[in-house]
């Protein structure tokens, strides 16, 4: 396998008027004046555990992905994104974000199956009916809420727990359930147009001037699972998973290494062949459900490349 070109791992840049930095799993995020700088890395995290290797043009294809969808959809939410200066960086508002992770689900598969199929039916609240099948189209989409964890393991709640435990007020929960449904039946449509299918996705929202607006990536394959329309029926007949765009084939690789993210366990190295499949499986979704050809960003010295680009924007601003 061919040497790989650079990738951005991890950042540590000082701008001006810089208040805050935080990093998360796989993006960077710089809080300067009242705006928020959203890094989007090459890293790449399963389980909840930040994985060795770096995936060459992952974090380029998280953000232009994660930018095509927040502006389609601004007229279902406001959301956070005003501008996107270098292809991994998205600026826009500073909300207060709601540490509850939405997941919409249309299909029985990932982590819900892998819970089903160990015996339990029950799902953040979500009673499923017996005999279903994995990748079993649900009748109509179900919410399977999470409490954001700052580190570790995020934590499935039903969405009665979530109002009863005070975790959000029901009026305000009501909203983002109605969103993230309108949300996830336009993503679904969209993708149906390109030939797949959106099996399942999680939006995050937070408060801006007192109103509920959409915050993070959507509909990208981090936070999303695609599968092709075309092979889903014959595989789902034959018991096979279907031909898929998403991170659920590197969890698949994990598990098969003997990985599930439980403590103790060693994180397997993954080799130059699995590397580029990720790859090129980040740029086969980008290309897929935009419509658009996949133009690789500067990988020489991708650090200056991104904070000259952000310095400029900033700089642009401020005249």
Known sequence: MNTFSSTLANTDF????????????????????????????????????????????????????????????????????????????????????????????????????RLYHSGIKEICGVHLPDGMQKNQQFKSP????????????????????????????????????????????FGQKMAQDRGLILVDTKYEFGYYNDSIILIDEIHTPDSSRYFYESDYQEAFSAQRDPNQLSKEFVREWLILQGFTGKDGQKVPEMDDKIVHQISERYIELYEKITGKRFIKGDSNNINSRVENNILAYLDNRKA
């Open 14 to 113: 000082n701008f001006p008027s810089q208040r805050s930095v935080y990093q998360g799993k796989v993006r960077d995020m710089y809080q300067v004046g009242d705006q928020i700088i959203s890094i989007v890395t090459d890293r790449i995290s399963a389980f909840d555990v930040i994985l060795p290797r770096t995936i060459p043009y992952k974090g380029q294809v998280l953000n232009q992905i994660a930018a095509f969808f927040l502006e389609k959809t601004q007229e279902i939410v406001p959301n956070w994104f005003e501008s996107s200066p270098d292809p991994n960086v998205s600026i826009g508002k500073k909300a207060e974000p709601i540490r509850i992770e939405v997941v919409v689900r249309g299909y029985l598969t990932g982590h819900a199956w």
């Open 142 to 185: 179900i919410i399977t809420p999470a409490i954001k964890s700052l580190a570790g393991h995020d934590e499935d709640i039903s969405e009665y727990d979530l109002i009863h435990q005070n975790h959000i007020p029901k009026q305000d929960w009501d909203i983002i359930r109605s969103l993230a449904l309108n949300l996830f039946d």
